[in-house]
């Protein structure tokens, strides 16, 4: 028995000191998934910005999205591609532009019926780390977070070690 206990507390160490290394990776993650996921967004805006007779052809026969003239909705989610996504990299009203994004991924599934399963993989990881960012902040890599001190006031929450 006392084999395994001392077994146990090795691991248990062992653990706590992987856990305590990943702290500090914390806020490099948080800066990787907003990046990502901003790159994805932003180019998409683009592509749409490249021909936007083409982006109005398609809000028009593909997209369909509820309330909105496809021409006037072709516009809306180009500058959303291409505004939002700057917001989410430099971590700038982080939270708002995550959960922002993360209705907009929505409203997209919606809009797109023919994405298929296969779309449909891709659209999940990005709401993911959009409501993950949207509830827990854009990170220590933020310039929310770097303006907090500036203005000297509570900084946002950042993941603390459990």
Same mark, same amino acid.
């Given at each position: ?42 180019? #998409?805006?683009?592509?749409?910005? +490249? ?6 052809? *398609? =809000?028009?026969?593909? %997209?369909?999205?509820? $309330? ?48 298929? #399963?296969?779309?449909?993989?891709? +659209? ?6 959009? *409501? =993950?960012?949207?509830? %827990?902040?854009?990170? $220590?890599?933020?310039?929310?977070y770097g303006l ?15």
């Amino acid at each position: 028995m006392a084999t395994c206990s001392i077994a146990f507390h090795k691991m248990e160490k062992w653990y706590e000191s992987i856990v305590h290394w990943l702290h500090y990776l914390a806020p490099v993650a948080d800066l990787a998934a907003r990046l990502w996921v901003a790159r994805i967004f932003w180019m #998409a805006g683009m592509v749409k910005l +490249q021909s936007m007779t083409a982006t109005v052809a *398609l =809000f028009r026969y593909m %997209y369909h999205v509820p $309330l909105l003239p496809p021409v006037w909705a072709a516009y809306l989610g180009t500058g959303i591609e291409i505004f939002f996504p700057i917001l989410l990299a430099l971590g700038l009203a982080g939270r708002f532009a995550a959960g922002f994004l993360f209705i907009y991924n929505i409203i997209t599934v919606l809009s797109y019926p023919q994405m298929g #399963a296969a779309g449909m993989m891709d +659209q999940v990881p990005w709401g993911i780390f959009l *409501l =993950f960012t949207t509830v %827990y902040g854009p990170g $220590l890599f933020s310039l929310d977070y770097g303006l907090s001190h500036i203005w000297k006031r509570t900084p946002p929450a950042v993941h603390k070690a459990v």
